[in-house]
């Protein structure tokens, strides 16, 4: 009981924190960070400052020191003018385009942002700080920057980032001023490809079986050879044997299909992600052997086609399963 206490207390902490965030201001991207959306506060080393100018002062006027008055002053009055420093960095900063290409489950994704600087100032000493990573990044005046951040691997499918925090503690590192994030963008994570996948099965689905046997028995022409107990009479090639005086056998090839059939409930594999496994490996096989391949899971069918735009259909529809 006191454990279930305990969770929905803490659950109702940072719902509260939503409300109030998303009440104050939009999180999603595109947006441009100002005086409501950028939140300041003591480093633990401005706090430790703090309390020591405090005990500096109370110092100060029970001895009557004036030269202990001024330095209290005077580093007070630099510690103000960081924390107007620190927000200025982060005042007016244009910040756009959020998004992570799609990677294989088990790679780290690299989610992407522009930051817009329009100002005439350079803004140094920022970071981007995921909750799982972190990238710092300057953005010079006049300039756009791409930042990126490394995001932990994730199962295969659908996700959105968590929220982010914009910070910087320049230019003293006695204030911290941040400002949160939340993309709604989207992205996609490919299936894991499976470790000693079997070779990609030949032969194409039975319509296609049946056109490569056509094409055997009948009309394509190969070569030559000698003449073999057992071959057909109609195969005797009888002018280049009397050419050659010796029997000659025409050799037919065996027309092999390039497309490679695919079927999800054909691979093998003890369960789903197993087979999801195996076929990824196939089709990154496929595409590197430049054959085009046909996809089918249940009753869709994608292909043949041997595109970059066909693998990413492929490897999405795999995904979304």
């Given amino acids: ?27 999603d991207l595109p947006l441009t960070l100002a005086y409501r959306r950028i939140f300041i506060l003591p480093t633990r080393f401005g706090w430790m ?19 202990g008055l001024l330095t209290t002053f005077l580093i007070a009055a630099t510690a103000v ?13 244009h910040l756009r385009h959020g998004k992570a290409r ?20 350079d803004r140094t000493g920022l970071q981007l700080d995921s909750g799982e ?50 993309p709604t963008s989207r992205f996609l994570v490919w299936p894991r490809p499976a470790s000693g996948a079997p070779p990609l099965p030949e032969g194409g689905d039975d319509r296609q079986g049946l056109r490569s046997q056509a094409l055997e028995e ?3 022409f190969h070569s030559l050879r000698e003449w073999r107990e057992g071959d057909p009479l109609h195969r005797i090639a009888w002018k280049a044997s009397q050419r050659h005086q010796t029997l000659l056998s025409r050799q037919f090839r065996r027309e092999r299909s390039r497309e490679v059939f695919l079927c999800l409930e054909r691979a093998p594999g003890r369960d789903l992600e197993e087979r999801i496994g195996i076929v990824t ?27 970059e735009r066909h693998k990413h259909e492929c490897l999405r529809a795999l995904a979304e399963l």
Avoid at 6 to 22: A, F, Q
Avoid at 50 to 65: D, E, K, Q
Avoid at 81 to 93: I, Y
Wanted: glycine letters at 8%.
């Fill in 1 to 27: 009981m006191a454990q279930a206490t305990g969770s929905r207390s803490g659950s109702r902490r940072p719902n509260l924190l939503d409300r109030w965030l998303r009440r104050r201001t939009r999180l």
């Fill in 49 to 67: 400052l703090g309390v020591l100018m405090g005990a500096m002062l109370i110092g100060s006027l029970n001895f009557n020191n004036n030269l």
């Fill in 81 to 93: 003018n960081s924390m107007l420093l620190a927000f200025r960095n982060l005042d007016g900063l």
């Fill in 102 to 121: 799609p990677v294989h489950a088990g790679e780290p994704v690299e989610w992407r942002m522009a930051a817009i600087n329009e100002s005439a100032r």
């Fill in 133 to 182: 990573a972190a990238s710092g990044f300057d953005v010079p005046a006049g300039t756009t920057q791409e930042v990126t951040v490394r995001l932990p691997d994730r199962h295969r499918g659908w996700h959105r980032p968590r929220r982010m925090r914009i910070q910087t503690t320049q230019p003293l590192g006695l204030f911290r001023a941040w400002s949160w994030i939340e």
């Fill in 218 to 220: 009948g009309e394509d």
């Fill in 281 to 307: 490996a196939w089709i990154l096989r496929a595409e590197q052997q430049k054959r085009p391949w046909i996809l089918e899971i249940g009753a869709q069918r994608l292909g043949p086609d041997a595109s």
